[in-house]
C-alpha cells in the first residue's frame, strides 16, 4: 500500500525536522543555495557537525546537494513538506470513527422498543 | 469555498444519517447525546458543557484510562454559529478544567501553534434523512505531541512557500 510508503516517507521527513539546527539550515535554503561552509556561518558547531546534518536532510529528501566539485552547493527541495501540510488528513479517521458511533447511536435511539429517549 | 485551506489543513467528511434533522442537532448540542458518541474509543465525556447560543461557551472533558493512568483532557471554545437544524460553528481550543485556555507552550507544543481551530456543521434534510458536513479547519488539538510538530511544520512550510514565492 502507498499508505505505509507514505508513512515511512513522514516519518523520515519528521525525524530530519525534529531538529531545531537542520529547521534553521532549511530556513536558510528556502531563500536561495548555500554550501556546507555558507550554512555553518550562523551556528556554532563544526562542518562534520553542519555535514552531518545535511546527510540527515538529504536522506528524507528536502536537500539536494549539486555534484559540482568543491562548491557543491545545497539546494532545498520542500516536495516533502507537501506530504505534511496534508498530514490534517490523518484526524480524518478520527472523525469517522466518531460519526460511525453516532450513526450506531441514531439507530439504537430510533428503535421504539429499548430507548428512553423521549420521542418529542 | 476556501477550497485550499481545505485541501490543506482542514478535514471535510459528509454523511447521510438515518435519522431527521433535529435529531441530528441534538447529537451536536446536547450533552449526554454529544458524550454517547464523540469520544474516542475507550475514552469518556464526563463533561461537556454547551451554552449553545452565539458567543455561548463550551467546555468539554474527555478522559482516557492509558498506562499511566487516567488521563483527562479539557477543551474549550465558544459557539459563533447557531442556526437550529442547520448550522453549527464553534472553536476549540485546550484547556485547563476551568476553561482557561492554555497557551500552546503550557501545552509543551512549538511556538507558533494556534490555539484555536474550528468545527462547523452544515446539516439538511433529505426525504426524511439527514445529510451532514462537518468541517474542521486547523489541526486539531487532541494529540500533543503530534499537533505540535504538525504545527511546527505547517509553519516551516508556509514560510517556505513564502520564500520561495518572492
Not at chain 1, 515511512?8 to 554550501?35: C, K, S
Request: negative net charge; charged residues 25%; proline residues 6%.
Amino acid at each position: 500500500m502507498t499508505a505505509t510508503l507514505d508513512e515511512a516517507r513522514l516519518d523520515d521527513t519528521f525525524a530530519a525536522l525534529a531538529n531545531p539546527t537542520r529547521r534553521a539550515i532549511l530556513r536558510r535554503l528556502a531563500a536561495g543555495e548555500a554550501n556546507v561552509n555558507e550554512l555553518a556561518e550562523p551556528f556554532d558547531l563544526t562542518l562534520p557537525a553542519i555535514s552531518k546534518h545535511i546527510k540527515v536532510l538529504e536522506r528524507a529528501g528536502l536537500v539536494v546537494r549539486s555534484q559540482r566539485a568543491q562548491y557543491r552547493p545545497c539546494t532545498l527541495d520542500a516536495t516533502p513538506l507537501a506530504a505534511i501540510s496534508t498530514w490534517a488528513e490523518q484526524y480524518r479517521p478520527v472523525w469517522e470513527a466518531r460519526f460511525h458511533r453516532m450513526d450506531e447511536y441514531l439507530h439504537q435511539l430510533q428503535q421504539p422498543r429499548k430507548t428512553g429517549e423521549p420521542d418529542d | 469555498m476556501t477550497e485550499n485551506r481545505a485541501a490543506n489543513d482542514a478535514v471535510m467528511i459528509e454523511r447521510m444519517l438515518d435519522a431527521p434533522v433535529d435529531l441530528v442537532w441534538r447529537m451536536w448540542t446536547e450533552p449526554e447525546h454529544f458524550a454517547a458518541w464523540y469520544g474516542p474509543d475507550g475514552a469518556t465525556i464526563p463533561v461537556a458543557n454547551m451554552d449553545v447560543r452565539v458567543g455561548g461557551s463550551r467546555l468539554v472533558c474527555m478522559e482516557m484510562q492509558t498506562p499511566n493512568g487516567t488521563m483527562r483532557m479539557w477543551f474549550t471554545g465558544e459557539y459563533r454559529e447557531v442556526v437550529a437544524n442547520e448550522r453549527l460553528v464553534y472553536t476549540e481550543c485546550m484547556s485547563d478544567e476551568n476553561g482557561n485556555v492554555l497557551s500552546p507552550a503550557e501545552m509543551g507544543m512549538p511556538e507558533g501553534h494556534p490555539a484555536l481551530t474550528e468545527v462547523t456543521v452544515d446539516i439538511a434534510n433529505v426525504d426524511g434523512r439527514t445529510k451532514m458536513v462537518m468541517t474542521h479547519t486547523g489541526i486539531p488539538a487532541d494529540s500533543p505531541g503530534a499537533t505540535g510538530w504538525t504545527m511546527a511544520f505547517t509553519k516551516l512550510v508556509a514560510y517556505i512557500e513564502t520564500q520561495r514565492s518572492r
